[in-house]
């Protein structure tokens, strides 16, 4: 080992520069991450897309439309449900009471309509039953409904039939 010659030193390596901007050295106490103070805030403080924006908005529209159509269903489904209870019973003026309040809540039901038209006819109601069936006129119907709109059809053309032969007869 010669004596003129200095120990060597360790090296000192230099700082690390922030990753994004290339500047100033990273701070290790807000981050771990290899970015310095101004970029960490700017990635932070950056805006939500307006995509996401849209989307949040869209469906705090659909949340607050099924708030103010619940109660009108709920109401519409319960008044169904005592209709069916007093048509099991047979005591059709009351169900037709009851599908009456579920029809006002909801109007364009085939299947409210459907069962309306049949207790009203069952409570010798022709008229309002008549009413409802011409209503439902054009109406799509599962296979249910169409058989007691079938039945219903039936039952009208036999009142007439009767009618007629009522009133054709001295």
Avoid at 62 to 71: G, H, K, M
Avoid at 153 to 162: H, R
């Amino acid at each position: 080992m010669d004596v003129d010659t200095p120990p060597s030193l360790p090296s000192a390596e230099p700082p690390p520069l922030c990753k994004l901007c290339g500047n100033s050295p990273p701070s290790p106490e807000t981050t771990s991450l290899p970015i310095c103070e101004p970029c960490r805030l700017g990635l932070v403080r950056r805006p939500l897309p307006a995509w996401v924006k849209a989307a949040a908005a869209l469906s705090v529209l659909i949340v607050l439309a099924a708030f103010i159509r619940f109660p009108a269903a709920a109401k519409a489904g319960v008044h169904f449900e005592r209709g069916v209870r007093w048509e099991r019973a047979d005591d059709f003026g009351k169900a037709v009471q009851e599908y009456e309040v579920a029809r006002a809540n909801r109007p364009a039901s085939v299947k409210i309509g459907v069962r309306l038209a049949y207790v009203a006819f069952k409570s010798g109601d022709v008229r309002k039953s008549v009413e409802v069936m011409n209503s439902l006129a054009g109406s799509k119907v599962d296979k249910d409904e169409a058989r007691d709109a079938h039945w219903l059809e039936q039952q009208f053309d036999a009142t007439i039939k009767k009618a007629r032969e009522t009133s054709e007869t001295p």
